[in-house]
């Protein structure tokens, strides 16, 4: 099997928004371990340059995305952006000290509601997970979780009271998650919320959440006030667990029926060999 | 083996919860609702999360993350995911013992409950936390026997010293201290200060001077050493 840091070369990197006013003309930042900088010239061309080496790049659901590959894999598609009447909210970035793969999985966890986005996301005594369904889509190699529902009571900024989440979880490249859930607003369509996950090293990641929202009352500042909150909760959670890296021996932790998104998303990764940020080996676990 | 006194017992209320390194591994220690002292390892075996961000729940210790409850004999005795379901017996933590004696919590590594080795009857004082090694404490201390903390007279010395624990003689004021050492990473480490006798409040304040130049010498010798 190909090592994790090879097979993590062949995939896309969110490394920054693609219309950030505050971005500097040299961006210097950090992929896989590496040291990067992303150049904006002054016609607005773009480039990656890693020492005297080159990377590629492109600009996808208004992040750009930079791969260190000759021949990266295609990026993963989200076929909603071209519904223009959806609302296109990238949400800045978050720093955790964590690997890109606990972000990853925390985001497709829903038990943790009530306990960590209490009162938001989800409130005692709704705790219980309902039984859902998890497939491997072989064709598209991603991992789907679907039918997962939950009671939240304030599900998005727009929602006024408590409603029971219908979630869909897509989980397309190692270090990207897409949920579809309901609406608060309308009930023919989903809004998607994104996890693009920058890897900066096995330890370290930058979380740039992307939403795709039916949703024309709240304010975009609001809406992005919103998610970080959100996050930040979540961030105190990622940097306080012990390994860092995703532990893929099934023995280390111990899932329940709650956690079968975790579980496919973990063995998903083992089987392509998508191991830049999990722990391989049981180690000993240090006290920081 | 050595027990490790983390703090005073009045400084842990019931249904509370703290953290503690005991040689070098993270613990929690957490007081039951009806007062049960229980010290763990700080690791929550769902997903890893530092128990000691956890909440008290009656008996139990919750884990922040996903809200597993754990009885005070370690074991999983509820996970809110899953409401009727009955935790696997499997599902345990790993305890260290712990027990109180004279208002100091002391913890070891084990299950066998050791003896602290200091004399009974001292008094808590206070307990302070610095940006310094056990080690570099340790050190100032026993470089400044001679030497003044308070207006260039010599105000006490180091009477006996053991791995974390020393006696501090302070002739002037007619009393001596002792000062329990507690090693965290990254350069950090608390110290417990108890008296042999009880401590007017003139006393207090007096020891609460020196612990700041103490802690202020100790500490900028951290920053020198770096
Ligand atoms: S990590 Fe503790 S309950 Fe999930
Ligand atoms: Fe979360």
Redesign the interface.
Same mark, same amino acid.
Request: proline residues 15%; negative net charge; aromatic residues 8%.
């Given at each position: 099997m190909m090592n994790p840091v090879e097979r993590a070369k062949q995939d896309w990197y969110p490394i920054g928004i693609v219309s950030d006013p505050r971005r500097p003309k040299r961006y210097a930042t950090r992929v896989l371990g590496k040291d990067i900088v992303l150049e904006t010239k002054e016609e607005g061309s773009l480039s990656v340059s890693c020492g005297d080496e080159s990377w590629e790049i492109t600009e996808a659901y208004d992040h750009i995305w930079t791969s260190p590959s000759q021949n990266p894999k295609p990026l993963f598609s989200i076929p909603e952006e071209n519904e223009r009447d959806r609302r296109f909210v990238p949400c800045g970035v978050v720093h955790v000290r964590c690997s890109p793969l606990r972000a990853v999985e925390n985001f497709l966890?829903i038990?943790?509601f009530?306990?960590?986005h209490t009162d938001v996301l989800g409130s $005692?005594p709704h %705790? $219980?997970?309902a039984p859902y369904k998890v497939n491997i889509d072989e064709t598209k190699d991603e991992v789907i979780a679907t039918k997962v529902k939950f009671f939240q009571p304030q599900a998005a900024k727009s929602a006024n009271e408590g409603i029971v989440t219908e979630y869909i979880y897509r989980v397309p490249a190692p270090m990207t998650a897409i949920l579809y859930k309901t609406c608060p607003n309308r009930d023919d369509v989903l809004d998607i919320i994104s996890l693009f996950v920058q890897p900066i090293d096995e330890d370290n990641c930058a979380v740039w959440p992307w939403m795709a929202l039916y949703d024309d009352e709240s304010s975009m500042a609001d809406m992005v006030e919103f998610q970080q909150l959100i996050f930040l909760q979540d961030r +105190?959670?990622l940097e +306080?667990?012990?390994?860092k890296r995703l532990?893929i021996d099934p023995k280390m932790?111990?899932? %329940?029926?709650?956690d079968l998104t975790s579980v496919a998303y973990r063995r998903w990764l083992k089987k392509s060999g998508a191991l830049y940020g999990a722990l391989i080996q049981p180690a000993e676990?240090s006290?920081? | 083996m050595a027990c490790t006194g983390v703090g005073f017992s009045k400084n842990l209320s019931n249904a509370r919860v703290m953290r503690a390194?005991v040689n070098?591994?993270?613990v929690v220690i957490w007081r039951s609702r009806s007062g049960k002292l229980s010290a763990w390892e700080?690791?929550c !075996?769902?997903?890893?999360?530092?128990l000691s /961000?956890g909440f008290v729940r009656g008996e139990a210790l919750?884990?922040? /993350?996903?809200?597993w409850h754990y009885g005070v004999d370690g074991k999983c005795k509820y996970?809110?995911?899953? !409401?009727n379901?009955e935790p696997p017996k499997t599902?345990q933590i790993q305890r260290y013992s712990s027990c109180e004696k004279d208002g100091v919590i002391w913890v070891s590594e084990g299950i066998e409950a050791n003896t602290p080795e200091i004399p009974a009857g001292l008094f808590p004082i206070r307990s302070m936390e610095l940006h310094c090694s056990a080690d570099v404490l340790k050190n100032t201390l026993c470089g400044l026997t001679s030497a003044s903390l308070e207006n260039d007279q010599p105000v006490f010395h180091v009477t006996d010293e053991q791995e974390d624990v020393m006696y501090i003689d302070i002739p002037k004021r007619k009393f001596a201290l002792c000062f329990i050492l507690q090693n965290f990473?990254?350069s950090r480490c608390f110290i417990h200060v108890l008296s042999e006798r009880e401590c007017a409040p003139r006393d207090k304040k007096w020891i609460s001077r020196v612990l700041e130049r103490l802690r202020r010498i100790a500490e900028n010798r951290t920053g020198e050493a770096t």
């Open positions: 966890d038990a943790h009530p306990f960590v $005692e %705790t $219980e997970v +105190n959670i +306080n667990q012990i390994p532990p932790e111990i899932p %329940t029926r709650a676990q006290a920081e | 390194f070098g591994k993270d700080n690791r !075996p769902h997903r890893g999360m530092r /961000y919750a884990c922040m /993350y996903h809200g996970i809110p995911a899953h !409401p379901l599902i990473p990254h």
